[in-house]
């Protein structure tokens, strides 16, 4: 139910004043129509009428809900009836009318809404606070509790909470978790509201970002804040190191995997004892997240068909890839070792101890720091990243689905994206935000050329995400450790296979 | 051998006291000397990680975060040179502390009180008394412990979720209780185990020549062997202090709203997702370790000797 | 009444409360965790009753089962003597009756009281391989560098050598323990002529036995139980090699969802606990000194 338009607000004791002496020139328009007795009767009347209940009632509920007023109309109304006890037949009519200005009045809930971040929080906790504001002025009738727990326990403490019927109404969940989560019985399915709310256009959505939303045909979030992993490099230690711009190799199509490796080798320099001054990169992303990136690169993946696919990182193009990022750290020793790539990347880029960082496109965090953004090299076979939303979602058991969805509708709006990207630094999830978000991030975030920023998300993929997510990571991460620590590839990926494709096992039935 | 010392405990004690304080006289000084050298070298080891928090608590968020390189940054990382006193304040008042703190205190003091009393009355009984099912009793006591707590803290956290409860959603979560409750029936095996292992090295005679007296089998809990330990009850208190202070599974299970929680949850919401506020969270857990350190440093005065030779002497 | 009767009733009337909570807190919990080890449990769905295949899985299907199993037990034999008698070493000198002692105990005890996370970054630190303490150390006595938690080899010793910092609770329960020792056996020692060795061997180890014995009980049942700093450190790696128990139970509980195998891993656990446990029992019996008789 839509609210009519506003059109100017009047204080409830105007009004009254307004109804006072509009009720007296009624009654004089009355007088003049006709009938001197019932004149006579209608004066008396109004006198009582205007200190009475019924026209003060009208007038408060009109003013509460904000409802644009004609001034004399509401008199004449207030004036017709009191002349009711008089004309009986043009009583009922007005009465009716009353009645339709009258709105019930939305019952006051409360709806409780998390994520894992404090309100206190530079960036996300200024957005979160905001739309809470914005949400409850336009929902009056709405109270928004908000909640958090930290990131590392966060999805234990929700499902222990559905667990217990009492998980939050609206939450954030992250991405790759969310299937099981819907799978498990935990979301409420948004298709529906999606439809029936004009002004949300889901159309406008990067498409694969909603891919991690979709589980058994069904929408079950939105993706929410998100980002690409991109290069994010030191351009002071490039310069030293006598390594070009990154985007203006890019630009001319020298960004590939043989001038990554240079660069790296140049950054890179080591003291006598041959430990590691300066180090090309950090960790080359041998975890699942990173390795993606690298067998899409190379034209390869891990799974041959999203959800219900079979391992094949074992194939010719996936071992090449993993071989590729393994042999950054264990033969040229150009990329951080897992004990160098422990600390924080932001930190060791910003303090010239690493060259590059793969990291996500937009980090609010890099604010200041000598840094530009670009876009990660082109391999044998695509110049592509991984892009990865989270997600926002519904308790499977609210009381609310209207009420929620309207909090993440407002908070995904055209407005509310392009927001996330000016206060919290994620990249935008929506079409039509593309290009606005380089506006926005210009010169913010140490990013002199946001249009890769725009081009990263568009080039980028998301992974296949299904509810054996993390069963599939924790299998390859230790692998993939062991590769790196000098195991043959070719070997080690081949007897993966057969665990990964036990673990997707029921998927394919 | 254990025998042939325990015939001879009570005898000689006057001569013995006199020779001991005359060896402690003739002691040459350097052997004192090199104790605290040793001594002070160990504790600068062990020392390490507190000062390491509170210097990284002095820093900005970018120097927290880098690797030192080399031993020498190692330690001058121990020495902020720039000290920002202001993440203190940052840390400290964004965030309700005081409130946090009110909670924290209310189920510390609730809980340890609770494990004392209702611990030690079980420990007492499984030490001194004979009871039909107490062999029973005990292993099942112990082996409570062995399950790990991840698993039975999702059907307890049922049971307090499902049971009608005061708190405003009916139930007992998102309210207190839920942490004080358990230590007021005993407080948990592994202290009813400590105390029982001191109540055993307490002389038995000692209960012996009370009940000759007519005390019955609670005063000889109350009055001889409560008495006589000092050191395990302190030992217990600081414990149950330290766990329920720094506590963080618990918590994060049973509560939800932001007025409810405790310091330790509270502290968490400084780590992020890919980032943490490595200053703002060691400024904050430096100053949470405070009231533990004092709570330790002033139980520790029930650790004195002589606390259970007082007791013997009024044998 | 006689005075077994009025024993018996006083002892029920004790252990009450306790027996009242176990019931309650714990007999329940472990009650359904059980009932869960023989079901498919996902948290919000229904409980579907599966018969001994979860027991069947751990067996067969599971290998980080046996990976996690492995680590446990090395963490655990291996370490659980080291810090126990580490722990009573640092408590000795600190029994004694030196000047400013207290500020000592403070001092010493002070790595149990970090919170984790504090601790957890500054062993990284330490274990790095390039600039670490660790390699520092080992570089001035001629001993090549490590990986440390880096490394597949050295992940296990590393985590031994850190949880030796914390036995600041250990080192407290030994300490109350040396404090029950009479002086006066000491005094009657040495006026027989014995060393402080031998002082330690004939009057300090046999009298605090009990308190030696529940520091290894409890320490088993911890070490077994192994899980923050893994978590927080490693996550399980370098190549599964800090894989410990728990934490491969907590995958399958909240990562997973699968809640009813969770359970059996713990039941698992608690048998594998229950029998080093049994033995513990079972051989205190030799070196065990009580000033009562259990029964």
């Known amino acids: 139910m839509k609210m009519p338009f506003k059109k100017r607000s009047i204080g409830r004791r105007t009004l ?85 200005v009258e709105k019930p009045k939305p019952q006051a809930l409360t709806l409780v809404f998390s994520t894992w971040w404090p309100l206190e929080m530079v960036g996300h906790g200024v957005y979160t606070q905001k739309y809470i504001d914005v949400y409850q002025a336009k929902y009056p009738h709405v109270t928004i509790e908000y909640r958090n727990w930290p990131f590392g326990e966060y999805h234990t403490k929700l499902l222990t909470q559905a667990a217990a019927g009492t998980a939050p109404d609206v939450f954030a969940y992250s991405g790759i978790f969310f299937p099981k989560f819907v799978k498990a019985g935990g979301a409420y399915p948004i298709d529906e509201l999606v439809r029936t709310d004009a002004e949300f256009e889901i159309e406008d959505f990067v498409e694969q970002s909603l891919r991690l939303s979709v589980v058994d045909g069904r929408l079950w979030g939105i993706p929410h804040i998100g980002n690409a992993w991109a290069v994010l490099y030191n351009q002071q230690v490039l310069e030293e190191a006598g390594v070009e711009d990154i985007n203006e190799m890019d630009a001319a199509g020298r960004w590939n995997w043989e001038t990554h490796l240079e660069a790296l080798q140049k950054i890179t320099t080591r003291d006598d004892a041959g430990k590691a001054e300066r180090i090309g990169m950090n960790d080359p992303g041998l975890n699942v997240l990173g390795i993606h990136s690298w067998a899409w690169q190379n034209g390869g993946n891990l799974l041959n068909q999203p959800g219900l696919g079979e391992f094949v990182l074992n194939e010719p193009a996936g071992v090449a890839a993993v071989e590729w990022a393994a042999d950054l750290v264990r033969n040229h020793q150009v990329a951080a070792s897992p004990a160098d790539a422990f600390g924080n990347s932001y930190a060791e880029l910003n303090n010239g101890r690493f060259g590059l960082i793969y990291g996500w496109a937009i980090y609010s965090r890099v604010k200041g720091f000598p840094v530009d953004v670009a876009h990660p090299p082109s391999g044998p076979a695509a110049q592509t990243t991984v892009f990865h939303p989270n997600t926002l979602g519904i308790a499977a058991k609210t009381k609310f689905p209207e009420e929620s969805w309207n909090l993440i509708a407002l908070q995904l709006s055209k407005q509310g994206d392009l927001d996330q990207t000016k206060i919290m630094g994620v990249i935008s999830r929506r079409k039509s935000n593309l290009l606005k978000m380089a506006e926005v991030v210009k010169g913010q975030f140490g990013i002199g050329h946001p249009e890769v920023v725009a081009q990263v998300i568009e080039n980028g993929r998301t992974f296949d995400v299904t509810e054996f997510q993390q069963e599939i990571g924790n299998a390859i991460t230790p692998v993939l450790q062991q590769i790196r620590e000098g195991d043959d590839a070719q070997t080690k990926l081949d007897e993966l296979k057969p665990v990964v494709d036990d673990i997707l096992a029921p998927r394919r039935g | 051998m254990p025998s042939r010392v325990a015939a001879r405990r009570g005898t000689g004690t006057d001569n013995a006291v006199r020779i001991k304080s005359l060896l402690i006289r003739v002691r040459p000084v350097s052997y004192r000397v090199l104790a605290y050298a040793a001594m002070i070298a160990v504790s600068l080891v062990l020392i390490l990680p507190l000062l390491w928090l509170f210097a990284a608590s002095l820093k900005t968020p970018q120097l927290v975060g880098a690797t030192p390189r080399g031993i020498g940054e190692f330690f001058a990382a121990l020495v902020p040179t720039d000290p920002h006193f202001e993440n203190y304040v940052e840390a400290l008042t964004k965030r309700p502390f005081g409130l946090w703190t009110r909670n924290t205190s209310i189920v510390v003091v609730a809980a340890t009180v609770g494990t004392l009393l209702t611990g030690s009355m079980a420990a007492y009984a499984f030490a001194r008394l004979r009871f039909r099912g107490k062999r029973f009793l005990f292993t099942t006591t112990l082996s409570t412990l062995m399950l790990p707590f991840i698993v039975t803290m999702v059907p307890q956290f049922l049971m307090f979720a499902k049971v009608p409860g005061p708190s405003s959603a009916g139930n007992w ?7 004080i409750l358990p230590h007021w029936f005993g407080g948990g ?109 002033f139980m520790q005065r029930y650790f004195l000797r002589g606390f259970v030779m007082s007791g013997l002497a009024g044998r | 009444m006689s005075l077994r009767q009025r024993e018996e009733i006083a002892a029920y009337l004790l252990v009450a409360p306790w027996v009242l909570g176990l019931l309650l807190f714990t007999a329940f919990p472990m009650g359904a965790s059980l009932a869960l080890s023989f079901s498919e449990w996902n948290f919000l769905g229904d409980i579907k009753f599966v018969g001994l295949d979860n027991y069947r899985a751990m067996f067969t299907r599971d290998r980080d089962f046996v990976v996690s199993l492995g680590n446990t037990a090395y963490y655990t034999f291996i370490g659980v003597p080291l810090h126990t008698a580490f722990a009573l070493l640092l408590a000795l000198p600190l029994s004694s009756k030196l000047k400013g ?29 390039d600039f670490g303490l660790a390699n520092t150390l080992l570089g001035l006595v001629k001993v090549p560098p490590q990986g440390w938690i880096f490394d597949s080899t050295m992940a296990k010793p590393a985590f031994i050598i850190m949880s030796m910092w914390s036995v600041g609770g250990q080192m407290i329960i030994f300490l109350a323990g040396l404090q029950g020792v009479p002086q006066e056996l000491y005094d009657a020692a040495s006026i027989d002529g014995a060393g402080r060795l031998r002082q330690f061997r004939h009057v300090t180890l046999p009298l605090i036995s009990p308190i030696t014995f529940f520091n290894l009980v409890i320490g088993l049942i911890g070490s077994f139980q192994i899980f923050t700093a893994a978590y927080i450190m490693t996550n399980g790696g370098p190549a599964n090699q800090t894989l410990f128990y728990v934490l491969h139970l907590y995958r399958n509980a909240f990562e997973y969802l699968k809640f009813g195998y969770a359970s059996t891993l713990a039941w698992g656990l608690f048998v594998i606990i229950l029998f080093f446990t049994g033995l513990q029992f079972l051989g205190a019996k030799r070196w065990v000194y009580y000033e009562v008789k259990v029964d």
């Not at chain 1, 006579?40 to 200190?51: L, N, P």
């Not at chain 2, 979560?173 to 942490?179: E, I, K």
């Open chain 2, 173 to 179: 979560t998102d309210t207190l209780w839920p942490l």
């Open chain 3, 101 to 129: 002692i207290r500020y000592f105990r403070t001092a010493w005890y002070v790595p149990s009281v970090t919170p984790a996370v504090a601790s957890a970054i500054l062993w990284i630190l330490i274990y790095h391989p």
């Open chain 1, 16 to 100: 009254l004043r307004y109804s006072v002496a509009g009720g007296a020139a009624a009654s004089f328009a009355a007088a003049l129509g006709g009938c001197g007795e019932t004149q006579v009767v209608t004066e008396t009347k109004i006198q009582e009428v205007v200190k009475e209940v019924p026209v003060q009632k009208v007038v408060t509920k009109i003013v509460k809900e904000e409802v644009p007023v004609e001034i004399e109309k509401v008199v004449t109304k207030t004036v017709k009836e009191v002349v009711v006890e008089v004309q009986e037949k043009v009583v009922t009519k007005v009465v009716e009318k009353v009645v339709e």
């Open chain 2, 189 to 297: 095996a592994f202290f009813i185990f400590l105390m029982r292992q001191f109540f055993m090295t307490i002389p038995v005679e000692l209960d012996e020549a009370a009940r000759m007296d007519g005390a019955g089998f609670f005063r000889c809990y109350w009055q001889i062997t409560l008495p006589l330990s000092g050191p395990v009850l302190a030992t217990v208190t600081i414990f149950s202090f330290i766990s329920n202070w720094n506590e963080f599974l618990a918590p994060l299970i049973y509560l939800a709203s932001r007025q409810n929680q405790t310091l330790a949850l509270g502290l968490q919401s400084f780590r992020g997702e890919f980032s943490t506020d490595y200053h703002l969270l060691m400024a904050a857990s430096a100053t949470m370790t405070v009231p533990v350190l004092l709570v330790f440093f």
